[in-house]
């Protein structure tokens, strides 16, 4: 995944006077900023952001997830999300090899069965993520400091239109994790494990973790 350097990051803004509402403490209506750093234009999203870049993202080459069944109802609802941000991750980390739609739509399928709301004390929304990775992918000194989300609440989670995105760009996290602790290439099995924090793991959960994942990516490469 590329990298971009901390001092592309972030902007200095110098003090200045903004309006605010008139009141008995602050007559003038005026207070100042202090002077304060700035994440820059592309290297974060919000929700306006996220939309902004849906709405107008050229979908003529982007490789779609496979329409194969999986016997799952809403099961092909969300290729568009799904093909839209994978192509949008690869192309802005350089992913090589580039991640691959069907292993986005196994997993959401494999965790999820592609309900916007499972029941689940742990983990949030379509993708499942949890409370950990939602805090970890907003946090500006964290391990993905270098492209973050803002704003985004663990209600927002539960709108596709958000949570694909963010999982999405955790993958592309975990992809380079994973190569790091392999030293070679990782596969889409190892990115999956990976994310699922079970790669060096040894714990017989591990395959019955990973079955329902299996299942559907092989359905989804017939």
Partial sequence: MGKK???TRKTRVRAHPRRVTQSQKNPSGVTVVDEHSRRLPGTYLDEKEIYKIANGYS???VPYP???SLDRPDENKYNDLIGMWTDYFNSLFAIKPPLDPDMIKALIGSESDFKTNPKNPIAIGIAQITKETHRIV???KG???DFIFTKISQK???NPDIAIPVAI???AHKKSLAEKKLGRTANHEDIILEYKGLLKSKTLY???AFERYREFYGKLKK
Avoid: F, I, M
């Fill in 169 to 171: 760009r955790w993958l």
């Fill in 5 to 7: 350097s901390s001092a």
């Fill in 59 to 61: 979908l003529k080459k």
């Fill in 66 to 68: 496979s329409s194969n």
């Fill in 138 to 140: 907003q946090d500006p």
């Fill in 156 to 158: 927002d989670l539960k």
């Fill in 206 to 208: 591990k395959g019955n």
């Fill in 143 to 145: 391990e993905v400091k």
